[in-house]
């Protein structure tokens, strides 16, 4: 995979703060292509664990599950701390952002299954912790996590008020 060096080379964050707004961010964009590969994008929540993402879906078909099976190749996108700005005449944005690539494949091993799934609901909603595991008893039928190994990641990040 070719690595393009960063257009404002000043704003590129090292790797340990790509996992920290890997860690921080609410939602992500996960892009894929299609058989005929035009590219598609979802937004997903998600949660890390271990320095993979995982995401939870429906086990039955659909636009993405189609792409993820047809080439696991993926790119991540997360951004956090992203606020308007207008700062030395001119209209524009505080952010840090990860675009990430990697191979996303289904979880199989149920155990692990589990743990991201209360994960997830930890990451959203702890304060029904006390609901996980009936909903997860309810919904484990219907539901599949996946996970996506990365092979590159970086940040970049601008007009940033804490770092």
Known sequence: MKKYAMRIAERELDTEEAWR?????EY?????????GTPYGVPMSYVMMD???????????????DNWHHDPRVSVTVATEVEPCFEDTFF????????AS???????DIVQVRQAL???????????KHEIGPAIER???????????????????GRRLSK
């Open 92 to 99: 524009t944005s505080r952010f840090a952002s990860v675009i």
């Open 21 to 25: 707004i890997l860690d921080a961010g």
């Open 102 to 108: 990697g191979q996303i494949h289904r979880v199989e």
């Open 28 to 36: 992500c964009v996960i892009s894929t292509v299609d058989e005929d």
């Open 139 to 157: 919904e484990i039928n219907d539901t599949d996590i996946w996970e996506v190994a990365f092979d590159e990641v970086r940040a970049k990040g």
């Open 118 to 128: 209360v994960a997830l609901c930890m990451k959203y909603m702890p304060e029904l």
């Open 51 to 65: 320095k993979k993402l995982y995401v939870h879906t429906t086990n039955t078909y659909g636009h993405k599950l």
